[in-house]
């Protein structure tokens, strides 16, 4: 199983060089995609982490009186919190310098978490993917856009040459693993011109790139998961008015 960056938020007096040894450290809500409505239930873990061995004791606040196989995956997800989720918060999220971070994090012999877990029957994208396929550089586009155009005959009168904003729709079939990275893709029902937005758009697209958040079936992670995603990239041609 795949370890879990989980994205840390630290209260000010986290900050600190001894508050790391008295405090407990408030992880944001984490959240899986599955199919059994759960009725917004909360899990709430707590949780130590022994920062020498990186071993994670946890413990559920909240077990859930029927779905019990939701209680063994909400720990199963604290014991994959990492050392380095903590440090890579720090080092994106704070001022402290990175010598700073390793005296700190080297400092303390156990830190304490605390870990709301919830699961969902909605397909989340992350939005790291909509970033990553949005990615078309300028000259990506001009050079698509010029294959994607028909050209108006040499002898058009510039004067009824306009230029129209238009739309490219490509639809994608995402085949993802459980913790929603892709593994491999298809292009389907694309427009005539789709092909040419494509052939750039595709390189954005990489294998075990996150797409969604993680995606389990009655709390166990599914090992093939499929998805639909249109992608719209504007753009403009020339048409005579």
């Known amino acids: 199983m795949q370890k879990l960056c989980v994205i840390l938020a630290l209260s000010a007096s986290l900050f600190t060089n001894n508050a790391l040894a008295k405090d407990t450290i408030k992880l944001n809500r984490y959240t899986e995609t599955t199919n059994i409505d759960t009725k917004d239930y909360v899990w709430n873990v707590s949780a130590s982490m022994d920062m020498d061995t990186e071993t994670i004791t946890a413990s559920l606040d909240n077990p859930h009186p029927i779905l019990t196989a939701y209680n063994e995956r909400a720990l199963a997800i604290a014991h994959n919190i990492t050392k380095s989720s903590v440090e890579n918060f720090l080092i994106y999220n704070t ?49 698509a856009q010029r294959f994607a155009c028909p050209s108006l005959p040499a002898n058009t009168d510039p004067l009824t040459i306009v230029r129209e904003k238009r739309t490219a729709f490509l639809n994608y079939r995402l085949i993802l693993n459980g913790q929603g990275k892709l593994q491999s893709y298809t292009l389907v029902n694309q427009q005539a011109n789709g092909k040419y937005f494509d052939r750039y758009l595709r390189k954005n697209l990489r294998k075990g790139m996150q797409v969604t958040i993680p995606i389990n079936k009655d709390a166990v992670l599914v090992p093939k998961f499929i998805v639909k995603q249109t992608i719209a990239i504007p753009y403009s041609t020339k048409i005579i008015s």
């Open 95 to 143: 001022d402290l310098e990175r010598d700073e971070i390793d005296t700190l994090m080297a400092s303390q012999t156990k830190i304490e978490l605390d870990l709301p877990i919830t699961f969902t029957t909605q397909i989340i994208r992350k939005p790291s993917f909509k970033r990553n396929i949005s990615r078309i550089r300028p000259y990506q586009l001009r050079q």
